[in-house]
């Protein structure tokens, strides 16, 4: 039976960097995979794919909007093939994919692929098509991720009532696409349909598209998306969803209880992710779930079978490749007696549409429920120069500081190249700076970060210099 220092079950972003890193310290390690590629989610049918199809469909939506304003005269009809659109998403993935089995023999990792689950304490058995194997173990990771959430009256049936998966390879361009959800992921694929040709709605069951962001944001966010032509239906509850050959029917209830019926080529159920923990066979190591599917974990990421650890998406906490990337680094030097920690309030949120979001600490509803006092800065993308000039104007920089000490307690950015300019809050967050010490740094100019510096001169004196 092969030995091993760490065995890691599940190839996502979480479990290949925990991998990489335990191999770094020294460990023989192991990383065990239930499908054909490594990169789980994020890699195949999450994060790249989706931001493929963004920056194709993005090049395609400026080609028809905006080359004109540029003095770009296409001279004839513009058109999307979108098989060869989705054939380039797939070549993205390919080399990502590769580039994770490069890096799985660099460090010397050993790759099963196969359905891994708990034997014991200390051996996992590995399903495979043929014979199934056993390792043994001194600790084990499990990164095994996530999947799509389903409604009860809405059975996916992978044709016309889909999820992220088969929004990802459709073989047509949809006439109308309805999207239950207004969260991050069902976003990002309906503007993808929206600027290739579809109309798109979103259906909220709240009264706000993506609840987890500071309002401002949001309501910013949802201004915008109708200034494209994407409708928003909040606060309604769907309660039915009934698919054809060639259609599909959502019947739903608004806030004042009317009926309402929205009918579409396609339905996207984006609801939500939930933790994928099937196949582990946790009961024979005396774990369990939680009435949220998620694996319970102590602070240093330990499960209750101590050599045991769990990170990412099965665990509390966004759902967030970087969230699982930084455990994954985590319980690799915790099981090498070193004391890493991890500040879960400086973990960026983003949202890849065009104009990006991005967020990282506290927003003002929070802020306003835990009783802090704060200032509020806040700087608008089109007052910027380099705005102008790209003609991305959409948008702001909001910092929120404590009234008395200056710390930023928080930065909220809808703009272009919001999810880059993230990290500069991140940083400074980091470092706990001040908004002032944010205001006399140097930012070049002309640029996009300008207006970080900017909404800093706003918060720490009210003293903006371009507004």
């Known amino acids: ?207 706000t598209i993506t609840p987890f962001m500071d309002s401002s944001v949001s309501k910013e966010l949802i201004r915008i998306f109708k200034k494209q032509k994407i409708k928003f239906y909040l606060s309604h509850k769907v309660f039915n969803v009934i698919s054809s050959v060639d259609s599909v029917t959502i019947q739903a209830e608004d806030s004042n209880g009317n009926k309402v019926t929205f009918d579409g080529d396609y339905c996207l159920v984006s609801v939500g992710r939930i933790p994928y923990t099937d196949g582990l066979n946790l009961d024979v190591i005396g774990l369990s779930i939680n009435n949220k599917g998620e694996i319970e974990v102590n602070e240093n990421l330990q499960t209750s079978q101590a050599n045991v650890y769990a990170i990412g998406d099965v665990i509390k906490g966004p759902m967030l490749a970087h969230k699982a990337e930084e455990e994954g680094v985590m319980v690799a030097e915790i099981i090498a007696n070193q004391k890493p920690h991890i500040n879960y309030n400086l973990i960026p949120n983003v949202i890849y549409t065009w104009p990006e979001v991005a967020s990282v600490g506290k927003t003002e509803e929070q802020l306003i429920q835990m009783g802090v006092s704060f200032k509020t800065g806040q700087f608008p993308m089109r007052a910027l120069g380099r705005a102008r000039a790209s003609m991305d104007v959409d948008g702001f920089v909001k910092i929120l500081a404590d009234s008395k000490t200056d710390e930023i307690l928080g930065v909220h950015i809808i703009g272009a190249r919001a999810a880059d300019l993230i990290a500069e809050a991140v940083t400074a967050m980091e470092f706990r700076a001040s908004a002032e010490d944010l205001s006399r740094m140097s930012h070049a100019h002309p640029t996009y970060a300008e207006a970080i510096k900017e909404a800093a001169l706003a918060a720490t004196e009210n003293r903006p210099l371009h507004i």
């Open 1 to 207: 039976m092969d030995q091993f220092d760490v065995v890691v079950i599940g190839s996502g972003p979480g479990g290949y960097v925990c991998a990489i890193r335990c191999a770094q310290l020294g460990m023989k390690t192991a990383i065990i995979e239930k499908y054909d590629t490594l990169g789980g989610t994020c890699l195949n049918v999450g994060c790249i794919p989706s931001k493929s199809l963004l920056d194709s469909s993005h090049h395609y939506y400026d080609a028809l909007k905006h080359f004109d304003s540029h003095g770009i005269i296409i001279d004839g009809e513009l058109k999307v093939d979108l098989q060869k659109m989705i054939l380039r998403k797939d070549s993205v993935v390919d080399q990502t994919t590769k580039g994770i089995d490069y890096l799985m023999s660099k460090n010397k990792i050993t790759v099963f692929k196969g359905l891994g689950s708990f034997v014991d304490s200390s051996k996992i058995n590995i399903s495979k098509v043929e014979n199934d194997k056993q390792i043994s173990f001194k600790s084990a990771v499990i990164a095994t991720g996530s999947k799509p959430s389903s409604l009860p009256f809405a059975k996916i049936d992978k044709e016309r009532i889909i999820t992220s998966n088969e929004a990802l390879k459709l073989k047509e361009i949809p006439k109308k696409l309805i999207v239950i959800g207004g969260g991050v992921i069902g976003l990002e694929l309906g503007q993808v349909y929206n600027r290739l040709g579809s109309e798109v709605s979103v259906i909220e069951y709240s009264d």
